[in-house]
C-alpha cells in the first residue's frame, strides 16, 4: 500500500559521539543509506536506531568493523502532517492491542513503528483513516 513499507531499524549501543560517527562512517562506506536516526540514553550509555533499507548489510559492514547491531523489521508510514494524526494513530493501534516499543519520526519516510505485531500495526495504521495521500507540506485540517 502506498504510503507504508517495512524497512529496518539497526540498533547499535554507543558509548559517545565519537561512537556515532565511527557508525557513520561504516555504514557510509558501506553504501548504506541511513534515512533516519534516533538517540535514546537508557540503561546502556546510549541506543542509536538507525533507519535502513538494507538492514543485513547494515548489521554485517557494523559486524565487520566489530561493532555489533541488532536489526529488526519496523513499519515506515507517511502520515498526515495536522493535529490529531498521532492521537488517531495511537488509539487505532491501541484499540487493535498492537504492542508498541520503538516510535520515531524519519523525516522523508515517515512514523517508525517497532511493534510486536508489524501486520495488526499496519491495519490499525490504516484504519485511524490518518494516512497522508502524498508525502508533502501540511495538510489544512
Known amino acids: 500500500m502506498e504510503g507504508i513499507e517495512l524497512l529496518w531499524d539497526v540498533a547499535v549501543e554507543l558509548h559517545d559521539a565519537a561512537g556515532l560517527a565511527a557508525v557513520a562512517d561504516v555504514l557510509a562506506r558501506a553504501g548504506i543509506n541511513v534515512d533516519s536516526v ?46 490529531g494524526t498521532l492521537a488517531a494513530v495511537s488509539a487505532a493501534l491501541n484499540v487493535a492491542g498492537v504492542t508498541v516499543d520503538l516510535l520515531y519520526q524519519a523525516t522523508d519516510r515517515g512514523l517508525v513503528i517497532g511493534a510486536d505485531d508489524l501486520a495488526a500495526a499496519r491495519d490499525a495504521v490504516v484504519a485511524s483513516g490518518r494516512l497522508a495521500a502524498r508525502a508533502g507540506p501540511t495538510l489544512p485540517p
Open 38 to 83: 534516533c538517540l535514546v540514553r537508557g540503561p546502556a550509555p546510549l541506543t542509536c536506531h538507525l533507519l535502513a533499507a538494507d538492514g543485513a548489510n547494515a548489521a554485517d559492514a557494523l559486524a565487520r568493523a566489530g561493532t555489533p547491531a541488532s536489526t529488526r523489521e519496523v513499519l515506515v508510514c507517511v502520515l498526515q502532517n495536522r493535529p
